[in-house]
């Protein structure tokens, strides 16, 4: 089984520029998570996806960053206009569904990252 | 809130001398799930381990061994007789009920040198 994979695995762009990242989640995984990590800090979650919908974005740094998940199958990250901060690398993680309400989704697969660097 | 710390920013060891990787976290929530992940020079993150906040029994998995302690809130990684192919930076991680959202520490970057 296919995991978690990430287009592209490097992008180098000028600042102002756009650029969008895409992740294909496990098959059936309904639960999408996008992180990053900046400047060697810890990874930072971004924002959940459960199908389509956005179940928590609370950790997107600001509107310049726009997630997407048509169709509840892959997802694509855009960021427009790209600034050097936003230098890192972005995961992506999918997990399926417990449905069980009280307890935490199941385990997180991580795909292998998208390294950005804003020049 | 939810937060990871992970002391240690880099760990420098000699092939097969034994390594511990520091994790302490803080929740509210009484439920809760611990994690650790290895990121390899290759960039993926793999799995190593998960905890439930119920369960604080020590897991042993070869070389690998975890202490879960409820009382000082950490989650502890040993490695046993370390090989060069454990060099990586090792994330600890926290994920509770209510947040689905996995709050990470910001890593330890092991080298083992033969």
């Known amino acids: 089984e296919a995991g978690v994979t990430q287009f592209p695995s490097h992008s180098v762009i000028e600042k102002g520029q756009t650029v969008t990242l895409r992740c294909d989640p496990i098959?059936?995984?309904?639960?999408l998570y996008w992180y990053r990590r900046v400047m060697g800090k810890e990874i930072k979650f971004l924002l959940h996806f459960v199908k389509e919908s956005k179940q928590d974005e609370s950790g997107m740094p600001n509107n310049r960053f726009l997630a997407e998940r048509t169709g509840g199958t892959y997802s694509t990250l855009k960021v427009q206009p790209a600034e050097l901060e936003d230098s890192g690398v972005y995961f992506c993680a999918s997990s399926q569904d417990t449905g069980i309400r009280e307890l935490p989704k199941n385990e997180q697969f991580f795909g292998p990252g998208t390294r950005l660097t804003v020049l | 809130a939810q937060k990871v710390t992970q002391a240690q920013t880099e760990i420098s060891v000699v092939e097969k001398e034994d390594v511990t990787l520091d994790c302490v976290y803080e929740t509210r929530d009484t439920t809760y799930y611990l994690f650790w992940y290895k990121q390899p020079p290759s960039g993926e993150l793999v799995f190593l381990i998960r905890?439930?906040?119920?369960?604080?029994q020590n897991e042993i998995s070869g070389r690998y061994s975890w202490n879960f302690q409820k009382s000082t809130s950490s989650f502890n990684f040993t490695i046993t007789a370390s090989q060069v192919v454990d060099s990586a930076v090792y994330f600890c991680a926290l994920s509770e009920t209510v947040y689905n959202d996995m709050r990470f520490g910001a890593g330890t970057r092991l080298t083992v040198k033969p």
């Open positions: 098959s059936g995984h309904d639960n």
């Open positions: 905890r439930n906040s119920f369960d604080e």
